[in-house]
């Protein structure tokens, strides 16, 4: 089993920064990570993912050339780096893992999840 917690969350002015960051306890049972965020009264969607060999990244189009997601894999921590944030992109944000053995943004490949972390982005 891989436990998977999330840490950077907070309150940004629209068209500033975050950096959110996620730890998996263990990478024996993951091949990648994924974040995903679920706004209020909506559907948990998919934001971006990264292969723990780094060979392959995978985003949303909506927040394609503004979130660069990274690892470091000497400390079992992905990275989330939201740069241009925007009102629509406030939500609760949430790491998982998956065995793969690809990235992908279907939730349902994903075995562990943390408890999230919430983003707010006023206008």
């Known amino acids: 089993q891989v436990q998977v917690v999330e840490s950077g969350g907070g309150l940004v002015q629209a068209g500033g920064s975050l950096r959110l960051s996620c730890t998996a306890s263990?990478?024996?049972?993951?091949?990648?990570m994924g974040w995903f965020r679920q706004a209020l009264g909506k559907e948990r969607e998919f934001v971006a993912a990264?292969?723990?060999?780094?060979?392959?990244?995978l985003y949303a189009d909506s927040v394609k050339g503004r979130f660069t997601v990274s690892r470091d894999i000497a400390k079992n921590t992905v990275y989330l780096q939201m740069n241009s944030l925007k009102p629509e992109d406030t939500a609760v944000y949430y790491c998982?893992?998956?065995?793969?053995?690809?990235?992908?943004?279907?939730?349902?490949?994903?075995?562990?999840w943390g408890q999230g972390t919430q983003v707010t982005v006023s206008s």
């Open positions: 263990s990478r024996t049972y993951s091949s990648a």
């Open positions: 998982a893992s998956t065995p793969g053995p690809w990235v992908t943004g279907n939730s349902g490949n994903y075995l562990y």
């Open positions: 990264v292969k723990w060999s780094g060979s392959s990244t």
